[in-house]
């Protein structure tokens, strides 16, 4: 049996602290970093284990693979090495708690069920983009981070598996993944399994995440086994009637068994279960008290999207309790490509100038920063809008903008802020009321570009050297 290490202690450079947990496959410390002033997780293989050629390899792919995977959502992997005969790697640290530690009090809320599924989607469509199957998606391996931004991270990629690989890693009738989550073609051990895999698993979790149970709550591995290769796709709302009914068809096609009819992608799935928060709580088929039928009012094409996206802030507006703040309006987000400029002194204001001048300077940069959604660093562009914000506005960006940016991320029509007009309608000194006017550029593949104007009511206020936006209004749409 391997020593377990004592406080105190050095091993590999690396300070030991604490006993994290232990397991058949070695142990966890928190260990503090020996090259850096940082807390590291430290895991390592028991020796008892380490014999096994397929566990090593297992050991020492999880932390090739996560060292490549650099992403906000996914648990970074620092060194790996061998020392006294024992596989060791130091991990990022994350101080909190799983999401299948929080499932032993109940279901989560939808709109938490929501976040944690898009911020854990992301992690796997870089992950996939990057060649790399997870193949053990599981609440266990969804670990939350204490603290307000409540940051979720996709850890444990030790099965995991490059998509142009074949059983090479993988025995002949071993099955390593959870099989509380595992797609029917991992039952199959088919050797072509690809992203829709990790779909399933999501779905699995996302169902158990609304519901507190296991899709399929078996009493043995068979009846598991059958489960997913045979039985009926749960239903999240008969579970939970607190769950609306709309997930029930997201649930479906996430866990379909057949999985060309899954979602293509995890990051599809996630914008479909934001769409699916929005619906009523009530099953259709209860009875209920006649409305009237709502008046059908046409409205262009092109405007379809835009009404997603309304949709997703009204959501969030009622998730957070912040709606009151609106007025008469709500948010309009779009997407697209080009440089966006820094928030944390929007424009590039000097700190020190608090003129009219460089307030409307200010708002306008702040109007194109708004206006111009970076596909390629979402993360640093919600950054600089959390940055650009004071007041009221920075509480609902905060709250808001997640479950904006998975519908904006999945959307065909990618669209930039240009030209910003701003003109001050009232205020002075350190407060001024604005009125912006910003154009847009709509860009679609293989079809021409077009053009509209954004008409936006913001507030600027001088905070701390900066010029910050504390209110931030489209009239596009109504509350």
Known sequence: MARTLAQGQTFAGYLIERLLGVGGMGEVYLARDRDLPRQVALKLLSPAVADDAEVRARFLREADTAARLAHPNIVAVYARGRTEDRLWMAMQYIEGTDVAAVLRDGPLRPDHAVRILGETARALDHAHRAGVLHRDVKPANILLAWGPEQRVFLADFGIAKALDQTSALTRTGEMYASFQYASPEQFELRTDMDQRSDVYALGCTLYHMLTGELPYPGGSTAQLVNGHLNGRIPQPSEQNP??????????????????????????????????????????????????????????????GRKRLILAAVVAAIIVAGVGAGFGSGALKFTIGAGSVPNAATPGGVAPSDASRDA????????????????????????????????????????QLLPAIRLLLETGAEHTRGTDAKCAVTSGNTTHYEMAVDVTQVNSTKGKADTTEHQNITMSMDYVDGKWLCSKWVSPLFPA
Do not use: H
């Open 242 to 303: 607190s769950v609306p009914v709309a997930f029930d068809e997201v649930i479906a096609r996430a866990m379909a068994k057949d999985r060309d009819q899954r979602y293509a992608s995890c990051g599809e799935f996630a914008a479909a279960a934001v769409r699916a928060s929005l619906e009523p709580t009530k099953r259709w088929d209860a009875p209920s008290t006649p409305v009237p039928a709502p008046v059908s009012v046409p409205v262009p094409r092109r405007r």
């Open 359 to 398: 307030a409307i300077k200010a708002a306008c940069d702040y109007g194109i920063l708004m206006t111009t959604y970076d596909y390629n660093d979402g993360d640093g562009w919600q950054t600089n809008v959390v940055n650009g914000a004071t007041g009221t506005w920075k509480t609902q960006a905060q």
